[in-house]
C-alpha cells in the first residue's frame, strides 16, 4: 500500500497480460517551495547496470532529427489545454538541453554544482570506476539529453487527455490527486490536474519527469519493482527538480520531498517491500 501522497506504480492485468502504469501522485493540496539542505549521500558506483540500458533506448529510438518535429499525438479538444501543452513540452525541452550543457560544460559554475550535490547527492566530479573516464554529472547529462531527444521527436509520443478521476487518473488514496501517468514507452496520460491551477513550468517539470519514466522504462519507478528500489539516481523526482531549479523556477514540495531516499533506505525497501 502507497503512502499518502506518493506516485505509484500499479500493475493491473488486462487479457492476462500485465500493466505498469507510473502515476505522479499528490496530496490534492500542494506548495510551491524552494529545496531544504538534503544530507549528502547516495553513490553513484552502482549505476552500471541502469547505464546499460542506455543500448536499449538507442535501439527502441530512431535519430533525432535536425531540427525539432514534435510528432506527438495528443487527444486534448480543448484548445487552451492544446496550447498549454504545446507550450510546456517545448520548455520540457529546453530545460533538459539546459541541464545537460551546464553538466558537460569545461567548467561547471558554483550554482550546478550545488545543486547537482542537493540533488544527487554526489560531487558532479565523482567518476565512479565502471564508467571512467566519465563523471557523474556526464551521466545524469547524458540521461537528460535522450529525455530531450524523444520529447523532441525521437519517438512518437501518445498524451491521452483524461476527464475525471478515473482510470489511469484514479487516486490510490482519497484526498489525492494525479497529475499524470506514464504507461508505456511512449504512452502518457494528462489528468485534469497536470493543467488545472499549474503553470507552464510546472507542466514542463512533469513532462520531463514521465519522459524519464518512458525512456528508461525499466530503472525510473516509484516503488520497488523487478529488484529496484529507487534512489536518487533513478528518482524521476529528483532530475524534474534539477532542472527546474537550474533555471531558477521553484519546486512542488511533494517533488523535492520525495528527492531524499538513501541506499540504506533503498536496502531496506528491498529486502521489505511492504
Known sequence: MCARGTCTCGCGGRSGLARRVMREERPAVDRLDHPSTFDDFDDVADWAAADALDADVDAFTRRAPASDNLGFVLTCTNAQRRQQ????????????????????????????????????????????????????????????????????GGRRFRYTCVTGAVGDCAPSRPG???????????????????????????????????????????????????????????????FQAFALRLRGFGVEADIRTRCRRTP???RRLLRDPA
Not at 91 to 100: G, H, P, V
Open 85 to 152: 501543452f504545446r507550450a510546456a513540452l517545448r520548455l520540457a525541452i529546453a530545460l533538459a538541453r539546459e541541464a545537460a550543457a551546464k553538466l558537460t560544460a569545461s567548467t561547471l559554475d558554483t550554482q550546478t554544482r550545488n545543486l547537482f550535490i542537493h540533488f544527487f547527492g554526489t560531487r558532479p566530479d565523482h567518476r565512479p570506476p565502471w564508467a571512467a573516464p566519465r563523471t557523474a554529472a556526464q551521466l545524469v547529462a547524458h540521461r537528460y539529453t535522450m529525455v530531450a531527444r524523444e520529447l523532441a
Open 176 to 238: 489525492n490527486v494525479v497529475i499524470a501517468a506514464t504507461t508505456g514507452k511512449s504512452a502518457i496520460s494528462l489528468c485534469d490536474a497536470f493543467f488545472t491551477g499549474r503553470r507552464i513550468d510546472q507542466m514542463a517539470g512533469t513532462l520531463i519527469h514521465e519522459g524519464m519514466h518512458a525512456v528508461y522504462w525499466e530503472l525510473f519507478h516509484h516503488a520497488v519493482a523487478r529488484g529496484i528500489a529507487e534512489c536518487r539516481r533513478d528518482n524521476a523526482r529528483c
Open 264 to 266: 540504506a533506505q533503498c
